[in-house]
């Protein structure tokens, strides 16, 4: 079946450095990429997806490249913020070639970001 | 839209209690799921439907949890009877078909039970 693996945290880096989450999939015909951010106490909320390979998401910064060479879709940053501690997801959701509708995410990693 | 509503934020019970957790999905979507999120779990998928219909219950843990869809805009997850290791928090979640994909999964806010 569908499964997603990111890298395990926490990530601890300063402010302004640059951040690279690992995240990559084995899936049947052609997901949906997502990136999901959760800020403490609150719920998933999506932060950048893309649909279709080569595609780039990008949102508030982040960026991620939709690679179906590598099955991958890593996460990057240029410049952290404090702000941007929060625990990120990667997921999937198939397409209708065969893939399943349902949600399959990653366990999450935790990024810290010190001043 | 104001999104996934999801009540009540907080419950703490005592062991043995039935606990009732609520959810409305965001109008005009079709597929409703229920998360359990725990440190050592992670997210795990509990059930989900798709038109009110309940389609795959394999992540409920026991015959205690239970979940219905009676109509389009409510579903609720009982869990009777509650067990300290029932606690977590659970998410709601919808999400809506179109074009042979599926949107985004839009997350509620979650309930945060605490079964003493």
């Known amino acids: 079946g569908d499964s997603v693996t990111q890298m395990e945290g926490p990530v601890t880096l300063s402010e302004e450095a640059f951040l690279t989450i690992n995240c990559t999939y084995t899936a049947t015909g052609y997901p949906s990429l997502f990136w999901y951010v959760q800020y403490p106490g609150e719920g998933l909320q999506l932060l950048l997806k893309a649909t279709k390979a080569d595609d780039k998401g990008s949102n508030k910064g982040f960026e991620a490249t939709y690679r179906k060479e590598t099955t991958s879709f890593h996460l990057e940053k240029g410049s952290v913020q404090v702000s941007d501690s929060a625990v990120y997801f990667c997921?999937?959701?198939?397409?209708?070639?065969?893939?399943?509708?349902?949600?399959?995410f990653g366990r999450g990693t935790s990024l810290i970001v010190h001043p | 839209d104001a999104g996934v509503i999801q009540s009540p934020r907080h419950e703490v019970t005592e062991m043995g209690q039935e606990v009732t957790l609520r959810c409305k999905p965001i109008s005009g979507h079709d597929y409703l799921f229920w998360y359990r999120q725990t440190m050592m779990r992670g997210l795990e998928l509990l059930i989900y439907?798709?038109?009110?219909?309940?389609?795959?219950d394999s992540g409920m843990p026991e015959d205690r949890f239970s979940a219905k869809m009676p109509n389009a805009s409510f579903s609720t997850l009982k869990i009777q009877p509650s067990e300290p290791r029932d606690s977590a928090v659970y998410f709601c979640a919808s999400s809506i078909t179109g074009g042979g994909r599926n949107t985004e999964a839009f997350f509620g806010q979650g309930t945060r039970l605490t079964v003493v």
């Open positions: 997921a999937l959701s198939g397409d209708r070639s065969g893939g399943s509708y349902i949600p399959t």
């Open positions: 439907f798709n038109n009110n219909v309940p389609i795959d």
